[in-house]
């Protein structure tokens, strides 16, 4: 199957809730994406971690990788309603060009 | 920098015709990506250039898809004839790939393709 399946597949929560979404990958990777698409709209990228790295911070944003586990998760925290949108993980290989996506976690932020 | 630039935007067709897809990679980038979005496959990479060569195309859904790069500011990728199952919305995207890689690209908006 697919590399980076993201889980959950919808999410919605309050604004001011913390969102946390979930990745997971199958082979080696040399670095985790992870990418918002708002509705109509290309896909924007928001940070990246490298497969050496077990977390980093941008932001609101809070991004971990377990390469044993081969997983990652996004966390935004204190969401706003801007922050509605798809969010997608997209893992890079051995080849090193290629990035493949999941297919990603639509999430509500309500006002 | 005005990102990477496609067109159309929308594209509405009937089965049979040609359609040309048109996109214009961030100045300075030399790898250049086309991809297709669907509800049932998601994001699939169609082809992927560096320094305006074709390096993988095995995403290409079959002959009646091409892509080119004749030079570093233009790419096209035409269907030809088109078929209702390629309505998707296809977008374009680039990145420079350095010694360590490629690593974050940049998408256009998109052109979302309608083949009735």
């Known amino acids: 199957s697919q590399q980076g399946e993201e889980d959950p597949q919808a999410l919605s929560i309050q604004e001011g809730e913390n969102a946390t979404m979930n990745c997971s990958y199958k082979?080696?990777?040399?670095?985790l994406q992870w990418y918002r698409q708002n509705s109509g709209r290309g896909l924007v990228h928001l940070i990246l971690?490298?497969?050496?790295?077990r977390e980093k911070h941008s932001g609101r944003l809070r991004v971990t990788l377990d390469t044993s586990k081969k997983s990652s998760s996004l966390l935004i925290t204190a969401s706003r309603a801007a922050d509605t949108a798809s969010y997608f993980c997209?893992?890079?290989?051995?080849?090193?060009?290629?990035?493949?996506f999941g297919k990603g976690t639509l999430l509500t932020v309500n006002p | 920098d005005a990102g990477v630039i496609q067109s159309p935007r929308h594209e509405v067709t009937e089965m049979g015709q040609e359609v040309t897809l048109r996109c214009k990679p961030i100045s300075g980038h030399n790898s250049l990506f086309w991809y297709r979005q669907t509800m049932m496959r998601g994001l699939e990479l169609l082809i992927y250039f560096n320094n305006n060569v074709p390096i993988d195309d095995s995403g290409m859904p079959e002959d009646r898809f091409s892509a080119k790069m004749p030079n570093a500011s233009f790419s096209t990728l035409k269907i030809q004839p088109s078929e209702p199952r390629d309505s998707a919305v296809y977008f374009c995207?680039?990145?420079?790939?350095?010694?360590?890689?490629?690593?974050?690209?940049?998408f256009g908006p998109g052109t979302r393709l309608l083949v009735l």
């Open positions: 082979t080696s990777i040399n670095n």
């Open positions: 997209a893992s890079s290989g051995g080849s090193n060009y290629k990035l493949t």
């Open positions: 995207a680039s990145s420079f790939r350095s010694q360590r890689g490629t690593e974050t690209q940049y």
């Open positions: 971690i490298r497969s050496n790295e």
